[in-house]
């Protein structure tokens, strides 16, 4: 049996890139991605009007040359809210994916290497997943008080079970194969057998999981905050913009159409990107594209 190909491998074989601009779905979602996160990076500089500024003479205008995306209830410009909104959205998803990756590779790794921890580690990943995802971030917010950090620690030990169930997975396999069982002959240590030989072949998956995990991230953080769980209401979010916005349905639509495309056009960006990673990275799907 051949060792798994790794990113690495890949990347130096000719025809990637043109494999890559096949995937149209995948260049899309990465335009559409990096022109959202260009557009909170330097919100400051293109927002016209401060988020928290009120004008409660011009509440509810709908969009025109001045109000692009028209204002709320309170007179605030939805257009600047929108853009200082996708600022935190990407901020949580950043760090719940650097916190899920951290611990779901320590767990999957050590109940895929290590047969004696599989089985008890194993049951806790099922155990953390038996339960849906926005059930089990309310019941960790309410108990330690919402907050923005509360957010990522919460998120991110809700969505780490999810990569150490993949890292298990693949560990197990990896561990079995010849160049790891001539690692052990030799005496090689468990962690440099870890770090040399399964950690680097667990690329793929990680790369692929990660952006998923990013998406559900991002609208996890959005769904928190329209339940009112979430942030502070005085921080622009997707999900309180939407919160505050659905009493006006049918006067105003406009203050839940903007954030709402916001999320659905960041949440299906990242879907596209992790779907186009695992058709190039996966070496069986990557000879049909």
Not at 62 to 68: A, K, T
Not at 92 to 99: E, Q, T
Not at 233 to 250: D, F, L, N
Request: proline share 8%; net charge positive; aromatic share 6%.
């Amino acid at each position: 049996m051949n060792a798994p190909a790794t990113p690495s491998a890949l990347v130096t074989q000719p025809g990637v890139l043109a494999l890559l601009l096949r995937r149209p779905t995948a260049m899309i979602g990465l335009v559409i991605i990096v022109v959202i996160a260009l557009l909170a990076i330097f919100a400051p500089l293109i927002a016209p009007i401060p988020p928290g500024k009120l004008s409660v003479v011009h509440r509810l205008t709908p969009p025109g040359p001045i109000w692009f995306f028209g204002t709320d209830e309170f007179g605030r410009d939805i257009f600047s809210r929108t853009l200082y909104a996708g600022r935190l959205s990407l901020l949580v998803g950043a760090c719940v994916v650097a916190i899920a990756t951290v611990l779901g590779l320590v767990l999957g790794l050590l109940a895929g290497f290590f047969r004696r921890l599989d089985t008890p580690l194993a049951r806790i990943i099922d155990a953390l997943m038996a339960f849906p995802d926005v059930l089990l971030a309310i019941a960790l917010v309410a108990a330690l008080g919402p907050s923005l950090l509360t957010i990522i620690i919460t998120l991110g030990l809700v969505y780490a079970p999810r990569l150490a169930r993949i890292v298990r997975a693949s560990t197990l396999v990896i561990r079995e194969l010849p160049f790891v069982e001539a690692a052990r002959a030799l005496g090689v240590p468990a962690w440099k057998i870890i770090l040399r030989h399964v950690l680097r072949n667990l690329t793929s998956p990680i790369l692929v999981q990660s952006t998923f995990i990013f998406a559900h991230a991002m609208l996890a953080e959005a769904s928190l905050s329209f339940l009112g769980v979430g942030v502070s209401p005085e921080v622009p979010t997707w999900g309180t913009m939407i919160a505050s916005g659905r009493q006006y349905v049918g006067q105003a639509d406009w203050t839940i159409l903007f954030p709402g495309l916001a999320i659905v056009l960041s949440v299906l960006s990242l879907q596209m990107i992790g779907d186009g990673l695992r058709d190039l990275l996966d070496p069986k799907l990557r000879g049909q594209m």
